[in-house]
Structure formats: structure tokens, C-alpha cells
């Protein structure tokens, strides 16, 4: 049993987003084998509920509550100091000081590093023992955010964009390896990052297919005369509320001029002023809800139309483990180890969201066959234990390569890798 340290951006729990479904699963299976020291942010207050059950699994746990207007002014001094405001956004002095105390009273035999931003944390650290997974290339999404903003926050996204890159690069040119949510997204920032190749690799998000599994003891959540399409996710987290907007916008009215009975839901806490606007005859928008399943089960069709996302987007996931239609971003699609148009419908723009959507409300056999194509999919290539395996034979890796004698260790270390 070895101490692992696991510095984390957001807490592991509940797992009721992308990344924290992510990180989760991680703690889940790293503390089966070992002592985890875990440091975090709580962002939101709701989650501190959950630090006992978080704590149960550790060994030692830091939580540092994550004040976000003070964070954002706190960020600024990136400016100043030539760095990507999201190192100052996530920086704490008492976690830099849990983190030199844990590493001074105990014996770290590795750390582990979940998004780039904590591994400011890292830095007194061998960086052969440490394991980065960045998830995403973040620095791609504020390059893309300045695309889709005018000045002055189109400078203060591309700036972003660049200084984020050149913080990644360095991170994952110093650690033993990086991990990235899908081996397309490992090939992407091998080519930003080509000094890097060779040092990354995809590790798939996951999902449970257990508790996302189709019930029809579920009661529907919507009235008998509509037809429902429904997007899930948290709803201030600027990629999913572009997606409403612009399908809200571009997307829904040409549909309910055909189908007048269709009403799209939006599911998911904190909905931004600008979503909560959406809210009409045509548009029901849920706010947080006790459980998304009975949407996902009990909509016509799942719609993931985002635009700036990256990386397995586990909504779509979920969706598919629950044998529903779903139509997503092409770009989405992509990412997945699916094949679009049998297990899922890929649409690029707003006529094809049209005629993907239509195409399944006029034919509910077809789309049962799609969804239940989609389950089968997700229970074949996306369960968490065999992706968190990944990560965790490269941590067998960096723990053989420390406790052997120096003449064995490239040799034990070797034999942890498949």
C-alpha cells in the first residue's frame, strides 16, 4: 500500500458532472489499494455535504472552499505576472501549505495531478513520480472562447489560450505521464505540444451504466401531450449555455412549426440569467432537479448541440447508456468510439439538427433501435474500473520504479505495463 497524493480541482463528489465523474471514479480506485492524501476545491457549497464521505476514503483530506468572485479578482494578477489567469484563479496558500506538511510528515510515493492548474501544487515534487491528467486541452477552449467574443475579452481569451498552452506544455514535459480524455484529444496536444509525443495517451471518461441503466418503474416527468427533447448539464458553464441559446434560437422553432407538441427542456442547476430567459411555451428550463434520469429516460431525443466543448462529453454518455436517440455535435461524436448514424446521429449545423431530430420523431422504431445500439456501445467500451486501469497500471509504473533496487527497477517497473 503505498501514500498517493491527489490534487484535484473541483471535489470528487458527488459525480454529477464530467470531470467529477472523472475524479471520482479515480479516488474510488485508488483508495481500494492505497493511502490517499487528498487536496481540492469545493466551488460549490452544496457539495461540502458530501467531505465526510470523501474523507472516509482518504487518508488525509484538504478541502478549500472556492469563493469565485474572489477567485476571478484574484486571477487578474495573471496579468501582471505573465501567467494564465487560471494558476492564480486556483491558488491557496493554506493548500500549498497542507500539501509542503503532508509531504514533509509523510512518505509520498507518488501524486497524481487532475487538470493542469494544480500542478502549481506539485513543483517541489520528483517529477517522475508525478501523473497529470488534464482531461481536455483547456487552453484550445479559450482560443476558441475568443473566437466567439469581441474585444477586449477576445484579447483576454486568446491571451489565455496562449499562456495556458505554454503552462501545459511544461507541465506535461516534466511528468512521468499525461493523460487526456480520449487518444484524439492525446494526438491534438501532441501536435501543440510535439516535444511532448510519446509521454501522452488517452484515457476514456467513463460512465456508470448500472445507475444510467433504463428503468420503467421511472415515472415520466413531462405531460402526456408533448414530445420532449432534453439537454442536460450544469447551466453556468459558458459551453452549455451557448448550446441552448443557439439551438433555442436557430434550431427549435423551425421544429415546433412541424411538431407543435414539442417542448425542450433544459436540465441542470444554476441556469444563468440568460437561460432562465429561454423559459416559454416552447422552452421549460428545470433549474437543479433530484434526478436527471427520468428526463433522459422519458425524452423523444437527447440533444448535445454544443459548440465549443472538447473531449467525451459524459451527457452524451449517459444519454446512451439509457438507450436513448441522441443527436450531438459532430465534434462530439468524434471523440467517441462510437459509429455515428447506428449508435448515435452526429450534426454539424442547424439543418442537420433539423433533420436528424425530425428523422427520430417520425420514426419511433428507428430510434429505439438506435438507442438501444448506443447502450450496447457504451456497456462495451466505456466502463470506469477498465479506463481507470489505465491510469493505474502507469501508477503500478511510477511505484515499482521507486521501492526496487536501482538495478531492477526498469525491469519490475516494465512489468506493471500492459
Not at 32 to 50: C, I, N, S, Y
Not at 273 to 300: E, F, K, N, W
Not at 377 to 395: D, F, P, T
Request: net charge positive; hydrophobic share 45%.
Amino acid at each position: 500500500m503505498a501514500n498517493i497524493l491527489f490534487l484535484v480541482h473541483r471535489m470528487p463528489w458527488p459525480p454529477d458532472k464530467g470531470d467529477k465523474a472523472r475524479s471520482h471514479h479515480m479516488l474510488r480506485q485508488f483508495a481500494e489499494k492505497h493511502r490517499v492524501f487528498l487536496g481540492t476545491f469545493v466551488d460549490d457549497p452544496a457539495d461540502a455535504q458530501h467531505e465526510p464521505a470523501v474523507r472516509a476514503l482518504c487518508a488525509d483530506a484538504h478541502f478549500v472552499p472556492l469563493h469565485r468572485q474572489r477567485a476571478r479578482l484574484a486571477s487578474l494578477r495573471g496579468l501582471l505576472q505573465g501567467q494564465p489567469l487560471t494558476l492564480p484563479y486556483y491558488h491557496d496558500a493554506g493548500l500549498a501549505d497542507w500539501v509542503h506538511r503532508t509531504q514533509s510528515n509523510h512518505t509520498i510515493d507518488a501524486t497524481v495531478v487532475f487538470s493542469s492548474c494544480m500542478a502549481q501544487y506539485s513543483r517541489a515534487v520528483d517529477p517522475s513520480r508525478v501523473l497529470v491528467d488534464m482531461v481536455d486541452v483547456d487552453s484550445a477552449k479559450w482560443t476558441e472562447y475568443a473566437q466567439r467574443h469581441s474585444w477586449p475579452m477576445s484579447w483576454v481569451y486568446r491571451r489565455e489560450g496562449r499562456q495556458l498552452l505554454a503552462w501545459e506544455r511544461a507541465v506535461a514535459g516534466s511528468a512521468n505521464h499525461t493523460f487526456f480524455a480520449t487518444e484524439k484529444e492525446a494526438q491534438f496536444f501532441a501536435r501543440l505540444a510535439p516535444e511532448c509525443a510519446g509521454r501522452v495517451s488517452g484515457m476514456n471518461s467513463g460512465v456508470d451504466a448500472d445507475f444510467f441503466e433504463p428503468r420503467t418503474d421511472r415515472p415520466s416527468p413531462f405531460r402526456a401531450d408533448e414530445q420532449a427533447l432534453v439537454f442536460t448539464g450544469v447551466m453556468d458553464y459558458w459551453p452549455n449555455v451557448d448550446a441552448v441559446l443557439w439551438f433555442a434560437k436557430d434550431v427549435l422553432p423551425a421544429l415546433r412549426n412541424r411538431y407543435p407538441r414539442l417542448r425542450f427542456y433544459v436540465v441542470g442547476r444554476n441556469p444563468t440569467p440568460a437561460v432562465l430567459a429561454l423559459q416559454s411555451d416552447a422552452v421549460t428550463v428545470t433549474a437543479a432537479v433530484p434526478d436527471v434520469r427520468p428526463y433522459i429516460q422519458h425524452g423523444q431525443v437527447v440533444v448535445a448541440p454544443l459548440r465549443l466543448a472538447r473531449g467525451i462529453q459524459n451527457k452524451v454518455l449517459e444519454a446512451m447508456a439509457m438507450g436513448r436517440p441522441v443527436v450531438a455535435a459532430q465534434s462530439c461524436v468524434q471523440a467517441l468510439d462510437v459509429k455515428p448514424g447506428q449508435e448515435i446521429i452526429a450534426a454539424h449545423d442547424g439543418a442537420g439538427y433539423i433533420a436528424a431530430i425530425a428523422s427520430l420523431l417520425d420514426d419511433p422504431q428507428a430510434a429505439g433501435t438506435l438507442g438501444a445500439a448506443g447502450r450496447a456501445r457504451v456497456m462495451h467500451s466505456y466502463g470506469w474500473r477498465a479506463q481507470i486501469g489505465l491510469i493505474e497500471a502507469r501508477l503500478d509504473f511510477v511505484l515499482a520504479s521507486r521501492a526496487a533496487p536501482p538495478v531492477q527497477r526498469a525491469t519490475a517497473a516494465a512489468a506493471c505495463l500492459p
